[in-house]
């Protein structure tokens, strides 16, 4: 609109006569580039709707009252109606608009109705030049006032603009003024286009600054940046050198509100009793802290992968949750989120197990949380997840090899074992022989049944723990069932725990390694025993076994509680059971085993309560059974 007046006034000759049409376009330009000049500042000027509609209240009017002031229009009316529409729906626009008064509303609006009053009262005396003064005087230096009071700092580019647009709107009133009062002073044209070349220098002098200060912003998150991979990466060489995540936990977290723009960061990790523990913590009060605790006390992983599938996914692995989920905030911090407070990041393995999380809340700026930084907290978040399942899986091994240690020890206690007790059974038989009360006899016969029970647990023991082939042969399930019961048969008659077989009288010879077999119905029947350990009412383990087309099936079933969680059951070292209980292998050893054997293993839950692993596995070869059959027999 500037370059339309500006070429407009060249083509204006020097005298004589101006075309109005050329007046017009001069004048009306330059009446539309104050409008446009004046919305660009306005509080208005992000919302589409409303600068469009601010922009015909003005422009409309204004321009129309201008053009109609360059045809020589005598008639009175139409300047009254454009003044009246101009600034009458200005005033309603930005009284609606705003919704709520102010003192600087107030006055602003009072100044333009005064001069749309001194308008208004001389276009109904017949002068139509101050209505035109008005429209561009108030345009351009209502703009420079709009400047000061949105940018409200005095840089050398905001002052330069804002006093070169109010000395442009000043020039049109000063203009009129020595027209009435001194008519024959002359003044050089240049000398009032000069408040423009001050508002063209200080929109370039704007884009210098804005330029020096988006370097200097580049700069210092550049150093931020740098900082802040400093710390993560002494962090993350922490806990790949084997620093133990309960030690580096509370440094994360101190780290994270100090180099980021998170003030508060808290992380959890599972306990010994399967629930979340609180790591590391760092920005939270005291009493946050408390509330905190008290929030998430009864928490497990399972929570928090509940909480990830009902968030909104931010980043590859960062999670925004609702504020009911969110950590109990202070006010003052709750007012960085609108409605949503809180940024979980889970714990993951490289297996997708959820292992922990940590919680980021309160951004010291919500509008500059970027990606950039999103993701270097989620490679920390992803090394923290390292460094717990190497710890937990250095813990498990510790704990395996000590198993190791024990069963090698057990073997050879079992073995030594033998000797003694073949010496006392012989000894019991030679007296039995020797003395003829029937009372005491009765009493030898009992000691001698008892000792070789414990001879044949001994075997049992040196059998499982005696290193074999691992190939494959045709193995008979029943007298390996009953080298497990007899196993655990002092468990099963001190604790009540009833035994049901139901073996096939057709049930094929397997297509497995001996020692496996054993393996895998030990294990199912230790799972069964502890499962029952404090539990009311009937305690029974089921073995049922039969053959389902070319597969023959096994099925291990207690009157227990049943699985906790299904879908981490065959995890290996998912355990549910106490510290020191179990090692979490036993399950998935016999996965691995039945699938390795080319087999299918399966668990589930029964009603009203219980559990039940049904094992598929190949069946041996028909030709091969008859023979075994007739040895197993003789």
Known sequence: MVFAHFLAQLLEPDHGTINSLLLAVDSGSLQAAAVSFLVSVSFVVEDYAKRTLLLLVLGVPSVVYVACSCYNVHARWPYVLCLLACFGGAASFFFHVSRKLSLYLVATTFLCSLAGVWAIRAALRGSFDEGAIALLGIGFALTGVFICWNSRRASPAMLTIAGG????????????????????????GELWNTPKFFVAFGMILAVVEDKSESIARM?????????????????????????????????????????????????????????????????????????????????????????????????????????????????????????????????????????????????????????????????????????VELKALHTQLVWSEKLAAVGQLLAGVAHELNNPLTVIMGYSELISDAIAGPHTRDQLTKLVSEARRMKRITDNLLRFSRQSTRGTHAVQLSPVVQEVLALREYYTRTRSVRVALDIAPDFPFLAVNEDEIKQILLNLFNNSSDALEGTAGIKQISIRAYQSGSRAVIEVQDTGPGFGNLSRALDPFYTTKPVGKGTGLGLSVCYGIVKERGGDLRIENVEPHGARVTIELPVADPSEQPFLAAVAHA
């Open 219 to 387: 700069q210092h998150k550049a150093a931020l940046l740098n900082r802040q991979l400093e710390r993560f990466s002494a962090l993350t060489s922490r806990l790949l050198s084997g620093g133990r995540p309960d030690t580096v936990c509370p440094a994360i977290a101190s780290a994270i509100t100090e180099v980021s723009n998170f003030s508060m960061a808290v992380i959890q990790l599972e306990d010994a009793e399967r629930r979340l523990r609180l790591a590391g913590s760092s920005g939270l009060s005291p009493t946050s802290l408390q509330r905190l605790q008290a929030q998430t006390q009864d928490w497990t992983l399972d929570h928090i992968k509940t909480l990830c599938s009902g968030a909104r996914l931010l980043g590859k692995n960062s999670y925004l949750l609702p504020a009911r989920e969110a950590i109990s905030l202070p006010e003052r911090a709750r007012a960085h989120w609108t409605g949503r407070e809180e940024l979980l990041i889970p714990l993951c393995s490289a297996g997708g197990t959820y292992l922990g999380c940590l919680r980021l809340a309160a951004p010291r700026d919500a509008n500059t949380v970027d990606a950039l930084e999103l993701s270097r907290i989620e490679m920390l978040a992803a090394d923290l997840a390292v460094a």
């Open 165 to 188: 647009f109010f000395c442009w709107g000043a020039v049109f009133p000063l203009g009129l003024l020595i027209d009435r009062l001194a008519p024959n002073l002359i003044i050089p």
